[in-house]
């Protein structure tokens, strides 16, 4: 006798039936039709994970001329930023059966360009675009001419088939200046990427702002422009550190920034935050191991992932994007910052 050890695979009937809906209903969610009621759709979804339900894709590209495949293109992905928000968006999109293809752009709009053309050639159903570097008006002319929705994290763009993903940089940089002005620091540098590296929507010129309206503005000796990286970190801190009058204060562009810049003061025996008050931006893991632990924004990678994936869902699905507003961030206080001289906030506005 002859024993099949084959388990019978879960059908969307089956499914339905576990969630208490049709399903057309279980169809709709897979689909990633908003219109589903919050609680409907989790208990769905919860269905589809209890059953191991995996849709028929072919069938369902068949018939709805779709690949349910999703393109992501990031910066680069040794960055530690970016592997929460791809997670992020595979905890929206993998639960309605599409499949993320990752690519990274190494910060090279080249790169990126030709990494865009190959998703749209190889039909992916949506684009979710990490910070480009390349223009993005050009990008979404690409995915307008082939017919793909695009989703852009902290980038400016129109048209119907496109979106922001935003988080609230003007809010959180105000803060940071506000926080290392009543510290009372007044020669605060800033060590950020080259134009060439971010020539969008850059922090440099967000902090510039909250700094000059509290009088704070820093001569061009304070304001260095280096590579993403450790090692451009470490550069920008040498340089600020060789000034006859450097600076009580620097705001990094990122955590990874901050870290070089730490470095540069071990190196030079200067103490931080007795000699050098540092801010990071991110607050990566790491960022609370090293020492001092870091102070810095804390930019929710995940949520961003999981809005950026939404808002693709819904322009899929033929919706316009939505005004949303940007993602709120938190100034982490840890241990790279200190009081010096009397405070200035009451003298800030």
Known sequence: ???????????IRDVGRRALVSHQTVSRVINGELSIAPATRARVERAIAELGFHPNHVARSLASRKTYTVGVVMGDVASPFFPDVVRGAEDVLSPLGYSLFLASSRRDPEVERRNVEHLLERSADGLILGAPRSRPDELAALGRRAGVPMVFLNREVRGRHVASVWVDWPSATAEVVAYLAGLGHRRIALVVPSRDEAPFASREDWYEQALGRRDLAPPPSLVVRERISIDGGHRAGLALLSLDEPP????CHNDT????LLQACAERRVRVPRDLSIVGWDDVPYASLVTPPLTTVRVPRHEL???????LLGLMAGRAAGEHGPLPLQLIRRKSCRRIGRSLERTGS
Do not use: D, E, F, P
């Open 1 to 11: 006798m002859t024993v099949s050890l084959k388990k019978k695979r879960a059908t």
């Open 257 to 260: 920034m901050a870290i070089g």
């Open 248 to 251: 009580t204060a620097a705001i």
């Open 305 to 311: 992932g999981r809005a950026a994936a939404a808002t």
